[in-house]
């Protein structure tokens, strides 16, 4: 029995071993619930002499399994890479953080030296930060190289605690005379907001080691974008910067632009979708002609550049001998724009270095590129006063960000050609064009973008899509009631939806119901009510709730002056729906 145990074991590691000290259930699909599931892999672990890495991508811990591996992990004094990305797949969210803690816990006692720590695609938001604090603080992370914290849901307050947590890991670790050298950190689609970035840019700051940032998706504005700025400039050996898809605008390009002036390792530069405008596009043209002497690719797509400002920066290329890509796609260089920018590229020998133009959005008036980014700052100037005056809040609040439930979209390097579908973008900056091209599954992937645990963030996902409505327009007007009914079709029907506090919110932002947290209202458009009064007729809208709505939508009200005949239009959907007295 003895030898038929050995040999099955045996049998066992030859299956999971995978290159020199590195056992592998990568894939496998395993439920591992309790003790008993997670039996096989214990003894594997067990087994291993001088084990470094366990990979567990795309299985699924319970909190009992995780002990267990935890329990034979103790003694692996070699351990050195954590490869847990989507390893919690249909687990409860409180189920995560004690699973992380355990298994932390065992590499703190093992005494370990990670390297990577890979927990990707683990939407465990803020909580799950909270599981790893402590091993991110121990010695077992003072030689981390590589943090992989991709499409985790951490939120704000997550991204604070994991600041926290790395700048007591530096402190540490340069006490005991050897600094926390991370290199490479990933935590796109975390929407870490301007709050948790700056705080991540402190600990790049203190780090100064960094070659790979990859943080896109993350509803980062110009005082976030400039704090990570300042971090950036002070790591010499950045080799690759990803921030697609957050909210530069020209304040924020410009700091960044003085910032890389300072960088000579840089290859690889994605800004697509930041909104760096033409006067940002200008400033990273500056940077470029006498610095970065060997970027590679530089992705400045869907940034309402205008055609100037996207010559300058083909000009500011053209003496880079490693130059291997520039992406200008979906700005605004006009059909005459696009075809001089081809000439320029091709007059300096670079023209199948040129990405495609094919959705460039047309030639824009240069005045009109100005107001909007003067508008767009002035908002953000706003916001950013309001939040300085506003002493009483919650720290916790901020810490139960909801965790993002999305498909998963790894991001070891910037996103290829051709553009992927990105709901973010859409939701930050709604736009018929950007809902078009979310392509005939747009429903389905802002169903599984917005969380509609999240009562206000559910609503202003509604009032952004319905901003969009065309009436005129068959295709928008179809794109938008079909993501309208979706969004609101999985709202309304969740067992604990609470369908009073979602109307109650909508009130407010439409400016029919005070708000005691002071909330501002949106501008209301007719495309606002239109979509109202469309889903106020589906079957998954409440009955209970047509009464309130009527009653407020009768009441005269400014913030509807600019739709009066959407909003008689609506008016007169609910009197016929509700029920007869």
């Known amino acids: 029995m003895a030898s038929d145990d050995v040999a099955q074991l045996t049998e066992s590691l030859a299956r999971t071993q995978v290159g020199e000290g590195e056992l592998s259930y990568k894939g496998r699909g395993l439920k591992l619930d309790d003790a008993e599931s997670a039996r096989e892999i214990v003894k594997d672990i067990q087994a291993f002499e001088g084990l470094r890495a366990l990979r567990m991508e795309g299985n699924t811990v319970g909190v009992e399994a995780a002990q267990a591996i935890a329990k034979a992990l103790e003694d692996k004094s070699d351990f050195q890479c954590c490869y847990w990305s989507d390893m919690f797949t249909g687990r409860l969210r409180s189920e995560i953080p004690p699973a992380l803690t355990s298994l932390g816990a065992a590499l703190i006692a093992a005494g370990a030296r990670?390297?990577?720590?890979?927990?990707?695609?683990?939407?465990?938001?803020?909580?799950?930060?909270?599981?790893?604090?402590?091993?991110?603080?121990?010695?077992?992370?003072?030689?981390?190289?590589?943090?992989?914290?991709?499409?985790?849901?951490?939120?704000?307050?997550?991204?604070?605690?994991?600041?926290?947590?790395?700048?007591?890991?530096?402190?540490?670790?340069?006490?005991?005379?050897?600094?926390?050298?991370?290199?490479?950190?990933?935590?796109?689609?975390?929407?870490?907001?301007?709050?948790?970035?700056?705080?991540?840019?402190?600990?790049?700051?203190?780090?100064?080691?960094?070659?790979?940032?990859h943080m896109p998706q993350n509803g980062i504005n110009h005082q976030g974008v400039t704090a990570l700025a300042a971090a950036v400039s002070q790591n010499p050996q950045l080799r690759v910067l990803n921030l697609n898809d957050n909210t530069f605008t020209k304040r924020g390009a410009i700091a960044m632009a003085q910032a890389l002036k300072h960088l000579r390792s840089v290859q690889v530069i994605n800004f697509g979708d930041c909104l760096v405008r033409a006067e940002g596009a200008?400033?990273?043209?500056?940077?470029?002609?006498?610095?970065?002497?060997?970027?590679?690719?530089?992705?400045?797509?869907?940034?309402?550049?205008?055609?100037?400002?996207?010559?300058?920066?083909?000009?500011?290329?053209?003496?880079?001998?490693?130059?291997?890509?520039?992406?200008?796609?979906?700005?605004?260089?006009?059909?005459?724009?696009?075809?001089?920018?081809?000439?320029?590229?091709?007059?300096?020998k670079m023209?199948?270095?040129?990405?495609?133009?094919?959705?460039?959005?047309?030639?824009?008036?240069?005045?009109?590129?100005?107001?909007?980014?003067?508008?767009?700052?002035?908002?953000?100037?706003?916001e950013e006063e309001?939040?300085?005056?506003?002493?009483?809040?919650?720290?916790?609040?901020?810490?139960?960000?909801?965790?993002?439930?999305?498909?998963?979209?790894?991001?070891?390097?910037?996103?290829?050609?051709?553009?992927p579908p990105d709901v973010s973008s859409f939701l930050c900056f709604p736009s018929p064009d950007k809902l078009l091209r979310l392509g005939n599954r747009r429903a389905d992937l802002i169903q599984q973008q917005v969380d509609v645990s999240d009562v206000g963030k559910t609503v202003e996902a509604f009032l952004k899509?319905?901003?969009?409505?065309?009436?005129?327009?068959?295709?928008?007007?179809?794109?938008?009631?079909?993501?309208?009914?979706a969004l609101l079709n999985k709202t309304f029907s969740t067992p604990s939806a609470q369908t009073f506090n979602f109307i109650s919110s909508l009130l407010v932002m439409l400016g029919l119901l005070k708000s005691e947290d002071?909330?501002?209202?949106?501008?209301?458009?007719?495309?606002?009510?239109?979509?109202?009064?469309?889903?106020?007729?589906?079957t998954y809208f409440p009955r209970e709730h047509i009464g309130v709505l009527h009653a407020f939508m009768t009441r005269q009200c400014k913030t509807m002056d600019s739709c009066v005949s959407a909003r008689d239009n609506l008016r007169s959907t609910l009197q016929k729906l509700q029920p007869e007295s």
Not at 124 to 152: I, M, W, Y
Not at 386 to 409: A, I, T
Not at 522 to 536: D, M, N, T
């Open 386 to 419: 309001e939040e300085e005056d506003d002493d009483d809040v919650d720290e916790e609040e901020e810490n139960e960000e909801e965790e993002e439930l999305s498909e998963v979209h790894k991001v070891s390097t910037p996103p290829p050609a051709p553009r």
């Open 351 to 382: 023209g199948d270095l040129l990405g495609s133009l094919s959705d460039d959005e047309g030639e824009q008036e240069e005045d009109e590129e100005e107001g909007d980014d003067d508008d767009d700052d002035d908002d953000e100037d706003e």
């Open 465 to 485: 899509i319905s901003s969009v409505f065309k009436e005129d327009d068959p295709e928008v007007k179809a794109a938008v009631l079909d993501s309208v009914d």
């Open 114 to 213: 990670l390297k990577v720590l890979d927990l990707s695609d683990n939407a465990f938001g803020p909580d799950g930060v909270k599981g790893v604090e402590k091993l991110v603080k121990s010695a077992a992370c003072h030689t981390l190289q590589e943090l992989r914290l991709n499409n985790c849901g951490m939120g704000i307050g997550g991204g604070k605690i994991l600041a926290a947590a790395l700048k007591e890991c530096h402190k540490k670790s340069s006490e005991a005379g050897a600094p926390l050298r991370l290199k490479v950190f990933i935590a796109g689609r975390n929407r870490l907001e301007n709050d948790g970035a700056t705080a991540l840019a402190q600990a790049f700051q203190l780090m100064g080691s960094l070659e790979e940032v």
């Open 518 to 538: 002071k909330l501002k209202p949106v501008a209301v458009v007719p495309g606002h009510l239109q979509c109202l009064e469309h889903a106020v007729r589906q």
């Open 282 to 348: 200008f400033a990273i043209a500056e940077a470029l002609k006498d610095g970065l002497p060997i970027l590679k690719e530089l992705n400045l797509s869907f940034g309402e550049i205008t055609e100037d400002a996207a010559l300058a920066v083909a000009g500011a290329i053209e003496h880079k001998d490693q130059f291997e890509k520039l992406d200008l796609n979906g700005n605004c260089l006009g059909e005459e724009g696009c075809e001089k920018l081809k000439e320029v590229m091709q007059n300096m």
